[in-house]
């Protein structure tokens, strides 16, 4: 899977389908987007 919309990745991130580049960009991601932040945290 490789997609430069990171927002797009969160199902597959609560998921742990990502593979490890994409989960370390995913994971820096969440650093600063609170969006994504709150929607992970739904699925968890």
Known sequence: M???D???LTGAYA??????????AFERH???C???AR???EFT
Do not use: I, K, N
Not at 18 to 23: A, N, Q, Y
């Open 34 to 36: 609170s969006s994504c």
């Open 6 to 8: 990171l927002h797009a």
């Open 2 to 4: 490789t997609t430069t």
């Open 39 to 41: 929607e992970v945290a």
């Open 30 to 32: 969440l650093t600063g």
């Open 15 to 24: 998921l742990h389908a990502l593979p490890d580049d994409e989960r370390a």
